[in-house]
């Protein structure tokens, strides 16, 4: 997935997008913490994961 791809999600209130899977998507979204410019870092990777972990898309095993 590329910028665009995520600044989607953000835009369609960090829903999950059709087709993919949180297993699909979280190892990249995960990588989006560690960079350094802040809209990546904040407004993508910080914001959607976020917002998937207190919207309980996430089982007790994958948050472990």
């Given at each position: 997935?590329?910028?665009?791809?995520?600044?989607?999600?953000?835009?369609?209130?960090?829903?999950?997008?059709?087709?993919?899977?949180?297993?699909?998507?979280?190892?990249?979204?995960?990588?989006y913490?560690?960079?350094?410019?802040?809209?990546?870092?904040?407004?993508?990777?910080?914001?959607?994961?976020?917002?998937?972990?207190?919207?309980?898309?996430?089982?007790?095993?994958?948050?472990?």
């Amino acid at each position: 997935m590329d910028r665009i791809f995520w600044q989607n999600v953000v835009t369609n209130d960090c829903k999950l997008p059709d087709g993919y899977t949180i297993s699909d998507l979280t190892p990249e979204l995960t990588c989006y913490l560690g960079v350094t410019d802040p809209v990546e870092r904040d407004e993508i990777g910080y914001s959607v994961l976020s917002r998937w972990i207190i919207n309980g898309l996430y089982t007790p095993d994958e948050m472990r």
